[in-house]
């Protein structure tokens, strides 16, 4: 597809319902010993190094399927987060989910935005935003959004992408 593929074994995401729900688990300790004891063990490196506290901000719906298309993108110039934000989707975001709802490709799209009170802000976060596609066919995905990807202008952006098996481990 043109895109180049992010390092990792996988993508895990935590959904929460509120800000409240969010702020409560985070200040549950030991949950937090849980979660961090299974984060040594389970992942390469820390998961603050490459995670994005972020708000969805669209999307076609919530149905979950066999696979999962993710791709962190990070603005290249130093502009704002906003007018960023803006560009990309009127440019990228609303073409491909355009492109894949004519052929049927793609059935639920989340647009996740980095939030700017993300606790690492020091180092900033991992990726501006990252967009989430569940579909059944990566290669007609592919080819749905190949050109509208590669006429993405280096001032605009970079992105990374991997794709996943997902697995529903809890459901609130």
Request: glycine content about 6%; hydrophobic content about 40%.
């Amino acid at each position: 597809m043109g895109v180049p593929e992010l390092s990792c074994d996988g993508v895990a995401i935590v959904r929460f319902r509120s800000e409240e729900a969010r702020l409560s688990h985070i200040g549950d300790r030991e949950a937090s010993a849980i979660m961090k004891a299974d984060e040594r063990e389970t992942f390469a490196q820390p998961v603050r190094e490459v995670s994005v506290l972020s708000d969805i901000q669209e999307g076609l719906d919530d149905e979950i399927g066999p696979l999962k298309f993710f791709m962190c993108v990070r603005r290249s110039s130093g502009g704002s987060v906003d007018r960023f934000h803006a560009d990309w989707t009127t440019r990228i975001t609303r073409p491909m989910t355009a492109a894949l709802q004519a052929h049927s490709i793609a059935f639920s799209h989340s647009q996740n935005v980095a939030r700017p009170d993300f606790p690492d802000a020091a180092t900033g976060p991992y990726c501006d935003l990252v967009e989430e596609f569940d579909c059944t066919d990566p290669a007609a995905f592919a080819n749905s959004v190949r050109s509208i990807l590669s006429g993405c202008p280096v001032e605009l952006a970079s992105f990374t992408a991997v794709w996943t098996a997902p697995r529903v481990l809890h459901r609130a």
